[in-house]
């Protein structure tokens, strides 16, 4: 696993941590450094060895997902297309999350590779849930509890998967090899 790869999931995981932090507190600065932080680190995880996977097109429209977000925080609009934005936003976080998790899936299996997976499908959980409470908000439904809980198993998902790419790296680097599954 490349090294730009590896960082980019843990730029990736602090930006999903303080989105957390400011959902939890109420914090649309907070929030605002998250997603860019999230957009960033899934743009270097996207620069894979040159080449282009289903890997890379799900980092990609990840990063486009946290990019529509940051658009809905600066931006002036009214409430109703800013929840729009952010469901928008979301909803093509999960669908790269499941890109990418599909990639995942048919790689070769790896001690490494099943905390990967599990990893990627809360960041796919997450942002589906953040997605379902933001338009419950848009319909003037109010309860944050959706958000709250989405953001939080979105932010465990991308320390997991990235605790797992640099523990994969680690290996690979003192063995030379890809880690067995057992």
Do not use: C
């Amino acid at each position: 696993m490349e090294q730009d790869q590896t960082f980019g999931l843990w730029v990736t995981a602090a930006g999903t941590i303080a989105s957390a932090v400011s959902i939890t507190i109420d914090n649309d600065d907070l929030d605002l450094i998250g997603n860019v932080l999230q957009a960033s680190g899934n743009g270097l995880a996207a620069n894979e060895d040159g080449t282009f996977t289903l890997r890379t097109a799900g980092s990609l429209i990840q990063a486009s997902g946290n990019t529509a977000i940051v658009y809905s925080l600066l931006a002036d609009l009214p409430e109703n297309e800013e929840l729009t934005l952010v469901i928008q936003g979301n909803l093509l976080q999960a669908l790269g999350g499941t890109i990418a998790f599909s990639e995942t899936l048919k790689g070769p299996a790896s001690r490494f590779s099943v905390y990967t997976l599990n990893g990627q499908l809360m960041e796919v959980i997450g942002n589906s849930m953040q997605a379902v409470g933001s338009g419950k908000e848009r319909r003037g439904e109010e309860d944050p509890s959706l958000n709250l809980i989405g953001s939080w198993i979105q932010a465990g998902g991308a320390v997991l998967s990235a605790l797992a790419a640099e523990a994969d790296r680690i290996h690979e680097k003192k063995t030379g090899k890809t880690p067995p599954f057992t």
